[in-house]
């Protein structure tokens, strides 16, 4: 089993940064890639961005890349989120997720385990 526990989420305006923290416990074997993915209102769960924990490989959709950065801090067991240059279009619920295998995925059936969620809101 893998535990993950959301942080960092809060109400910023537009240009504005915010980092997420999502912290891992449980077996490490089962979270190979750790991916966050949000949620907007009435719409689908989509990936935002991505990391092989152990080679560090990062993955980032079209709509953040440039502006949002994903880490992993081995020792804290964490992985960050960092969002700059934030959009009222960020508005979302962002979930932190784990996936056993080791190649990254965008889709949200794939990843194994998920975090409860934590509000970024944005205003314009």
């Known amino acids: 089993q893998v535990q993950l526990v959301e942080s960092g989420g809060g109400l910023v305006q537009a240009g504005d940064s915010l980092r997420l923290s999502c912290a891992a416990s449980?077996?490490?074997?089962?979270?190979?890639?750790m991916g966050w993915f949000r949620q907007a209102p009435g719409k689908e769960r989509d990936i935002v961005a991505a990391?092989?924990?152990?080679?560090?490989?990062?993955y980032y959709a079209g709509s953040v890349k440039g502006r949002f950065t994903i880490s992993r801090d081995n020792a804290k067991n964490t992985v960050y989120l960092q969002m700059d240059s934030l959009k009222p279009e960020d508005t979302a619920v962002y979930y932190c997720?784990?996936?056993?295998?080791?190649?990254?995925?965008?889709?949200?059936?794939?990843?194994?385990?998920w975090g409860q969620g934590t509000q970024v809101t944005v205003s314009s």
């Open positions: 997720a784990a996936r056993s295998k080791t190649t990254i995925t965008t889709v949200t059936g794939d990843y194994d385990y």
């Open positions: 449980g077996r490490t074997f089962s979270r190979s890639v």
């Open positions: 990391i092989v924990w152990s080679a560090g490989i990062t």
